[in-house]
Antibody, heavy 120, light 107 residues
Framework: EVQLVEAGGGMVQPGGSLRLSCTASGFTFSSYWMSWVRQTPGKGLEWVANIKQDGSETNYVDSVRDRFTISRDNAKNSLYLQMNSLRVEDTAEYYC?????????????WGQGTQVTVSS | DIQLTQSPSFLSASVGDRVTITCRASQGISSYLAWYQQKPGKAPNLLIYAASTLQSGVPSRFSASKSGTEFTLTISSLQPEDFATYYCQQLNSYPHTFGQGTKLEIK
């Protein structure tokens, strides 16, 4: 059974940092693109970033570029999102998601999400 | 960035109805479009990828099509468990934007 379990969320002041993690099981982690997607309360979904199977390519939405870093450790079946210089508008539920086998064509499995709250 | 505009934003329908949700892209995205269903308090669930390919395990009452930059998701006969919010997502170019969502409610 495919499982994605996020951790690391919490409350932080503006300008602070958090590191989210996502531990994967039930599939060959190193074979899939992985993504982070966030959702603000009562609002829609926003794609944040993704990373290629071997970590050689990363992509970001402009609003987080240069502040957030996506990474992965295939030996640990883990995905990370280092979030620096956090802003109030980064407050959201953060999901990690696994792509469909091959090139990004959809997000097939999702974690349960971890809440990030940025507030003074 | 590619904008995806879903219509309608809200839809009220009854069990057994046939409903269609539209997602219009601001520019060409080939067939790199996915549809998701999200229920309150849950993560999204992939329904359709590559514009019209049904994800494994998704009931056949769900179907989707493409015409130019307009994509449609159709539910042929609504079931009680289908009342949820539906999102489209383009994966043609970065960032992989989502539509604003369509909330399907019981009439």
């Amino acid at each position: 059974e495919v499982q994605l379990v996020e951790a690391g969320g919490g409350m932080v002041q503006p300008g602070g940092s958090l590191r989210l993690s996502c531990t994967a099981s039930g599939f060959t982690f190193s074979s899939y693109w992985m993504s982070w997607v966030r959702q603000t309360p009562g609002k829609g979904l926003e794609w944040v970033a993704n990373i290629k199977q071997d970590g050689s390519e990363t992509n970001y939405v402009d609003s987080v570029r240069d502040r957030f870093t996506i990474s992965r450790d295939n030996a640990k079946n883990s995905l990370y999102l280092q979030m620096n210089s956090l802003r109030v508008e980064d407050t959201a539920e953060y999901y990690c998601a696994r792509g469909i086998m091959g090139a990004p064509r959809g997000l097939e499995y999702w974690g349960q999400g971890t809440q990030v709250t940025v507030s003074s | 960035d590619i904008q995806l505009t879903q219509s309608p934003s809200f839809l009220s329908a009854s069990v057994g109805d046939r409903v269609t949700i539209t997602c219009r892209a601001s520019q060409g995205i080939s067939s790199y479009l996915a549809w998701y269903q999200q229920k309150p308090g849950k993560a999204p669930n992939l329904l359709i990828y590559a514009a019209s390919t049904l994800q494994s395990g998704v009931p056949s009452r769900f179907s989707a099509s493409k015409s130019g930059t307009e994509f449609t998701l159709t539910i042929s006969s609504l079931q009680p468990e289908d009342f949820a919010t539906y999102y489209c997502q383009q994966l043609n170019s970065y960032p992989h934007t989502f539509g604003q969502g369509t909330k399907l409610e019981i009439k």
